[in-house]
């Protein structure tokens, strides 16, 4: 071979060669490329699922609601998997799971998928039916494609078919294991979701799942700061609420009027405290389950007509006391008739613990056509209301009028002074002469309470004495006018000469207290008055409210040197046989029977039974109230030893009093 073959037999192999190498290179760039552009487009995709993540988590934290989310998500799937339908469907709380297809959609196919739609939503899905049902079976995604299934597992493929959607997916929400929720989507392909969409679809369940969690939360926490637990009736919160959207519907809607009751029960105390707390707890839940059920039943009774009724609601205040809304009636005494039915079923006997109990109920009553500007003052207005109701007796309505709300201010205002009125040297003692009945000679002296308001002026003891009951005061003021009626005795004993009396009243709550004895002890020995000149003054309900007790107290304030006097008597119980078992000294006969008992032949045989009582008992009889020289003449003809009243004296300070005794001494000296 000549060396020209040699060369070119050596330029083909390096040609070969280089072709060879060339190949190479370029298969493996191919390759590169290959796996770039597959790194890639899993790139992509990874991003477009983390976008999708990211998108519905923003919608889902920025949604006002449960289902505003959902659309967010549903769109966003849609857009994500191109798919021109999707649909929400919401799990109910049973046992056997339902779900329940809901007017949520994504669709922008302007009405082609409309027949389906109907179709989906008037089928309930339960375990097992459908697609959704199955998604509820397995708590997993599922699909289905158009053909492949019998329509009888599968009621909607067929109209499916028809609206041109070949498959449909489906994918739960769920919280821990149960499902809340499905969403559903119908695509125009046959669908093999792979294993990434799979795992993405269940992540976007879940994350929903906890939109609907917070919800729930959101939603229970809600009703327990508007629903008192132990009823579950609303609480004031929620009853102010709706009271204020009356109110300001009042004020839209010309006629439109509602009202408002407060209810209390009457002997609940009685029943908590004898029965204990858990039998009270039973009789709450028994009188809210009576008045919403009276509230349901009496809406035709009351207002004759089911349209004209509104949004009545009933609430727990609190305790024993509830409230009703009854809301756009029709007239004012469609309040008076819901109260007699209330009253009346609330008059029915509860059972507690097996045992019959009879609980009756007190209603307040107040009504927007009074024009209130604050609806609040509706309540506050009931509430006056029903405490009236209380004071004329229990287990009756009264509707509120102006006037209850000026004694309400004005009791609200003693109530508050009446704690610093002592302080303030308002509160002083007057003085009303006793007299004997032959000669009309002052005797003795009754201490009284006086209160010299700043703004009301005087104030009379039936007025402030009660108030300061309520409010824990009397037997601090019981003392106080002890020790000073004391003082001033001692001073006029000492200045007269003569052992004049003193006579004191005690409240009932004066006479349960544990250290009357002593007190009266104590200012004996301070003042240093006459042995039996001190006369304390108790009331029949005073004595008949515990009479062993108070038998056992009256006792001891006789080894003291005590004078008793029985006020009041034949007002009260006027238990004869007690009567005769307590050392009582003095009979005092009320003014109601002395009052012009020359006119009425009743009082003055009444006054002369009592008289003629009290003396065969060994008592003194003092008649109290005289205040015509007609009674004080009757008075003295009955035997009557001591006379009490304005024909002779007015309470007056205690320079005036001194001034009577003095006047009276020197015209006998």
């Known amino acids: 071979m000549s060396d020209s073959s040699n060369d070119a037999a050596a330029l083909n192999a390096e040609i070969a060669r280089l072709n060879r190498r060339l190949l190479r290179v370029t298969t493996t760039r191919h390759e590169a490329e290959a796996i770039a552009e597959r790194g890639l487009r899993d790139l992509f995709q990874r991003q477009q699922e983390i976008a999708l993540l990211e998108t519905i988590s923003t919608a889902a934290n920025q949604a006002t609601s449960v289902e505003d989310a959902m659309c967010h998500a549903l769109a966003a799937v849609c857009k994500f998997a191109y798919w021109p339908l999707g649909h929400l469907l919401l799990s109910d709380d049973d046992i056997v799971r339902t779900l329940h297809s809901t007017t949520t959609w994504h669709d922008e196919s302007g009405g082609k998928y409309d027949v389906l739609r109907a179709l989906t939503e008037s089928i309930a899905f339960g375990n097992g039916t459908g697609l959704p049902g199955r998604v509820v079976e397995s708590g997993a995604p599922a699909w289905v494609n158009v053909g492949s299934h019998s329509a009888d597992a599968y009621p909607r493929l067929p109209e499916a078919k028809r609206a041109g959607l070949r498959s449909l997916f489906a994918f739960p929400v769920m919280i821990g294991t149960d499902v809340v929720a499905v969403l559903e989507f119908f695509s125009m392909k046959h669908q093999t979701p792979d294993e990434a969409l799979l795992r993405l679809m269940a992540q976007i369940g879940i994350q929903l799942g906890r939109v609907v969690e917070r919800n729930r939360t959101k939603t229970k926490l809600m009703h327990d700061a508007h629903h008192d637990p132990l009823t579950q009736l609303g609480n004031r919160k929620l009853f102010l609420d709706r009271l204020q959207q009356a109110g300001r519907r009042a004020k839209r809607v010309p006629g439109y009027k509602f009202s408002v009751l407060f209810v209390d029960l009457d002997r609940f105390k009685a029943v908590n405290d004898g029965l204990g707390h858990q039998a009270g707890d039973q009789l709450i839940i028994a009188t809210a389950n009576r008045l919403s059920f009276v509230l349901r039943q009496t809406d035709l009774l009351t207002r004759g007509n089911e349209d004209d009724g509104g949004e009545d609601i009933v609430a727990r205040m609190g305790g024993d006391e509830f409230i009703i809304l009854l809301d756009n009636i029709s007239s004012e005494q469609v309040p008076v008739r819901v109260a007699e039915r209330l009253i009346s079923v609330m008059a029915e006997a509860f059972v507690l613990d097996e045992q019959q109990v009879i609980v009756t109920a007190s209603i307040g009553i107040s009504q927007s056509a009074s024009g209130y500007e604050d609806v609040k003052n509706m309540l506050r207005d009931a509430d006056i209301a029903m405490y009236y109701a209380k004071q004329q007796g229990r ?88 020790l000073h009626a004391c003082r001033q005795l001692r001073t006029w004993q000492h200045d007269s000469g003569r052992s004049m009396t003193m006579s004191v009243n005690l409240s009932a709550m004066q006479l349960s207290h544990d250290g009357l004895i002593a007190l009266v002890e104590r200012i004996l020995t301070e003042t240093g008055i006459i042995a039996g000149t001190l006369r304390l003054e108790l009331t029949e309900s005073a004595i008949m409210a515990a009479p062993e007790h108070a038998l056992g107290i009256l006792l001891q304030l006789k080894q003291l040197g005590v004078k008793l006097s029985l006020d009041d008597f034949g007002t009260g119980y006027s238990s004869l046989s007690q009567l005769r078992r307590l050392p009582i000294d003095t009979l005092k006969i009320d003014r109601s029977f002395v009052s012009q008992m020359d006119l009425h032949d009743d009082k003055r045989q009444i006054a002369e039974v009592v008289m003629m009582l009290a003396h065969i008992l060994g008592m003194d009889v003092v008649a109290e109230g005289a205040e015509t020289a007609a009674e004080v003449k009757l008075l003295r003809e009955m035997g009557a030893d001591f006379v009490q009243g304005y024909y002779y004296f007015k309470p007056m300070r205690a320079d005036a009093a001194e001034a009577a005794w003095r006047e009276q001494s020197a015209m006998w000296t």
Do not use: N
């Not at 002469?433 to 700043?454: K, N, Q, Y």
């Open 395 to 482: 287990a009756r309505w009264v509707m509120f009028d102006t006037v209850m709300q000026q004694k309400a201010l004005r009791r609200l205002r003693l109530e508050s002074e009446l704690r610093l009125a002592q302080d303030r040297g308002q509160l002083w003692l007057a003085y009303q002469p006793i007299v004997t009945s032959r000669d009309g000679m002052i005797c003795g002296f009754e201490a009284l309470l006086r209160w010299d308001h700043p703004v009301y002026g005087a104030v009379g003891p039936a007025e402030f004495i009660p108030v300061a009951e309520e409010i824990g005061l009397i037997s601090a003021m019981g003392s106080w006018i002890l």
